[in-house]
T-cell receptor
Framework: DTGVSQDPRHKITKRGQNVTFRCDPI?????LYWYRQTLGQGPEFLTY????????KSRLLSDRFSAERPKGSFSTLEIQRTEQGDSAMYLC??????????????FGPGTRLTVL | AQTVTQSQPEMSVQEAETVTLSCTYD???????LFWYKQPPSRQMILVIR??????QNATENRFSVNFQKAAKSFSLKISDSQLGDAAMYFC???????????????FGKGTHLIIQP
C-alpha cells in the first residue's frame, strides 16, 4: 500500500463555486480524519469517521461543509459556496483501531485550495 | 477544550548539534497521548515520536527524545546530532485517550520551523 492519497493536490476556484475533495485511506484503516491547515498554523480537526459513520464534527465545520464515507473506504469533503476564508490546505489522515492504543494517524499530502 | 502551545515560531541549529523544541499543553484529562509530527516542505506530515501520559519514562526514537513533565504539562522534543534532513515544521499534538468518546481528533500547536545550518 502506498499510503493515504488525496485528489486533487491543488484546486483553484472562484468564490461561490462548489468544490469536492477525495481521500483514499490506507486500505486496512477503518478510521478517517479531515483537517484544515491555514498558512502559518497547525492543522485543525474538522471531522472523523469510523467505517462509514461520521462520529465527530468540529464547530469549524460550517453548514457549507459536508463529508461522506459511503462504503467505509474513500471519503469526500465538499465545500459549497466557497469563500476566500476557505483557502487552506485540507489534510486527510487514516488510522486503525485494531493496532496500538495510541492509534497513529497517517497523513496524506493534502489538497491545497485557493479561492479567488 | 484542550490547547497546545508552541512558543518558538522558528529555531536554528548547526548541523550535528542538539536542539530542543518546546511544547506546553492544557487539559483537564489524566489520560492522553502526546505526539511530535514533522512536516517537511511540500511533503506530508509524519509521526516522529509519541508519549503516553500514563508512562513516566520519556520516549526515545533514535536521535529524537522527549522530556515529558506531566505536572508542568510540558512536552519538549530534543533532536541530537541534527541533520540537514531534519529541516521541517515540527508540530506538537495532543489526543485524548478516551476510547469511543469521539474525541479522536488531534489538537495541534502552531508549529516550530526548524532550520539546520550546514
Amino acid at each position: 500500500d502506498t499510503g493515504v492519497s488525496q485528489d486533487p493536490r491543488h484546486k483553484i476556484t472562484k468564490r461561490g463555486q462548489n468544490v469536492t475533495f477525495r481521500c483514499d485511506p490506507i486500505s486496512e484503516h477503518n478510521r478517517l480524519y479531515w483537517y484544515r491547515q491555514t498558512l502559518g498554523q497547525g492543522p485543525e480537526f474538522l471531522t472523523y469517521f469510523q467505517n462509514e459513520a461520521q462520529l465527530e464534527k468540529s464547530r469549524l465545520l460550517s453548514d457549507r461543509f459536508s463529508a461522506e464515507r459511503p462504503k467505509g473506504s474513500f471519503s469526500t469533503l465538499e465545500i459549497q459556496r466557497t469563500e476566500q476564508g476557505d483557502s487552506a490546505m485540507y489534510l486527510c489522515a487514516s488510522s486503525s483501531d485494531r493496532t496500538s492504543g495510541y492509534n497513529e494517524q497517517f497523513f496524506g499530502p493534502g489538497t491545497r485550495l485557493t479561492v479567488l | 477544550a484542550q490547547t497546545v502551545t508552541q512558543s518558538q515560531p522558528e529555531m536554528s541549529v548547526q548541523e550535528a548539534e542538539t536542539v530542543t523544541l518546546s511544547c506546553t499543553y492544557d487539559t483537564s484529562e489524566s489520560d492522553y497521548y502526546l505526539f511530535w509530527y514533522k512536516q517537511p516542505p511540500s511533503r506530508q506530515m509524519i509521526l516522529v515520536i509519541r508519549q503516553e501520559a500514563y508512562k513516566q519514562q520519556n520516549a526515545t526514537e533514535n536521535r529524537f527524545s522527549v522530556n515529558f513533565q506531566k505536572a508542568a504539562k510540558s512536552f519538549s522534543l530534543k533532536i541530537s546530532d541534527s541533520q540537514l534532513g531534519d529541516a521541517a515544521m515540527y508540530f506538537c499534538a495532543y489526543r485524548s485517550a478516551i476510547l469511543g468518546g469521539g474525541a479522536d481528533g488531534l489538537t495541534f500547536g502552531k508549529g516550530t520551523h526548524l532550520i539546520i545550518q550546514p
